[in-house]
T-cell receptor, first 115, second 110 residues
Framework: EPEVTQTPSHQVTQMGQEVILRCVPI?????FYWYRQILGQKVEFLVS????????KSEIFDDQFSVERPDGSNFTLKIRSTKLEDSAMYFC?????????????FGPGTRLTVL | QKEVEQNSGPLSVPEGAIASLNCTYS??????FFWYRQYSGKSPELIMS????GDKEDGRFTAQLNKASQYVSLLIRDSQPSDSATYLC??????????FGAGTRLFVKA
């Protein structure tokens, strides 16, 4: 069964450094998402992406964040200058296009630790 | 501010019992509704989606939607210890944004 994959599974970085989190969505899916979950807190929407542009973003997704689909398979989240409070699990998700196909399928996540 | 509210629990039920999980949402424009299960340290795993008022059954799981009351529920019949997890209610409003509730922790005692 096809699944969303994410790399790395765990990323440790120093405050102020740039990180790129990578995702490979399910191959025939056309909507892509990033979410984050701070330890012990709820899953928070960051951004949605469709047709090579951002569809919607949350207030969390400020100028420090960017997303890109550099090729036909990868979907990346870049954090330019990490802060301690960026430490969280980051989940990528993807979904099909069409009626009653709102279901998003989640990848296993990347645990980001900012020191 | 669009909100999805869940009782954080923990909800504790004996093995074989019915677990009932509830969720309310604030935006009447919400179109689709989901229940995800999340084990500690893992990603959300879809259990059920529901789009129209009424009940939807899938195996031991039944989702119920009442748009007039802005209420979604999940029933788990014949609860098993492996069902012990956090259950997340998620709501899509028009557009591309999904809002999650904080989740209800369920413990099924053997």
């Amino acid at each position: 069964e096809p699944e969303v994959t994410q790399t790395p599974s765990h990323q440790v970085t120093q405050m102020g450094q740039e990180v790129i989190l990578r995702c490979v969505p399910i191959s025939n899916h056309l909507y892509f998402y990033w979410y984050r979950q701070i330890l012990g807190q709820k899953v928070e929407f960051l951004v949605s992406f469709y047709n090579n542009e951002i569809s919607e973003k949350s207030e969390i997704f400020d100028d420090q964040f960017s997303v890109e689909r550099p090729d036909g398979s990868n979907f990346t989240l870049k954090i330019r200058s990490t802060k301690l409070e960026d430490s969280a699990m980051y989940f990528c998700a993807s979904k099909l296009v069409g009626p009653n196909t709102d279901t998003q399928y989640f990848g296993p996540g990347t645990r980001l630790t900012v020191l | 501010q669009k909100e999805v509210e869940q009782n954080s629990g923990p909800l504790s039920v004996p093995e074989g019992a019915i677990a009932s999980l509830n969720c309310t949402y604030s935006d009447r424009g919400s179109q689709s509704f989901f229940w995800y299960r999340q084990y500690s340290g893992k990603s959300p795993e879809l259990i059920m989606s529901i789009y129209s008022n009424g009940d939807k059954e899938d195996g031991r799981f039944t989702a119920q939607l009442n748009k007039a009351s802005q209420y979604v529920s999940l029933l788990i019949r014949d609860s098993q210890p492996s069902d012990s997890a956090t259950y997340l209610c998620a709501v899509n409003v028009w557009g591309f944004k999904t809002i999650f509730g904080a989740g209800t922790r369920l413990f099924v005692k053997a």
